[in-house]
């Protein structure tokens, strides 16, 4: 039968698929994005739920006033997490892609072998 070069390239596919979204996934559980305000008085880390999990604050805020230390938090915290959720929309987006991909390549595989029609860019000889 001449399907067995098919099937072996077909588990291949299917195996780095599943090899990406491991990776996918393992990023997403250790995703910690870290950004600083512009005056550096404030630094946050952010995960990748979009969760602000530490907040460093620079030494000597005392010099400046409520306003402007509430605004470099502000500003450290939003940026953290706009990067973060755009990290993690990133990687999801990119599994999602390779599923529709490896699962509408699969399709067309099995289609070809019920039709008897080869693979696209293959000749009959």
Known sequence: MS????VEAFLDRLRAIASEWESAHDQLETLQVVSASRDQLATATAD????VVDLQLAPGLRRHGPDVVAASILEATSQAVEQANARRAELVSGSVALAVG????????AMRADTGIPPA???TG
């Open 3 to 6: 399907g067995g070069p098919d």
């Open 48 to 51: 990748s739920g979009g969760t």
């Open 121 to 123: 860019g293959h000749g």
């Open 102 to 109: 490896g699962r509408k390549r699969a399709a067309e595989g």
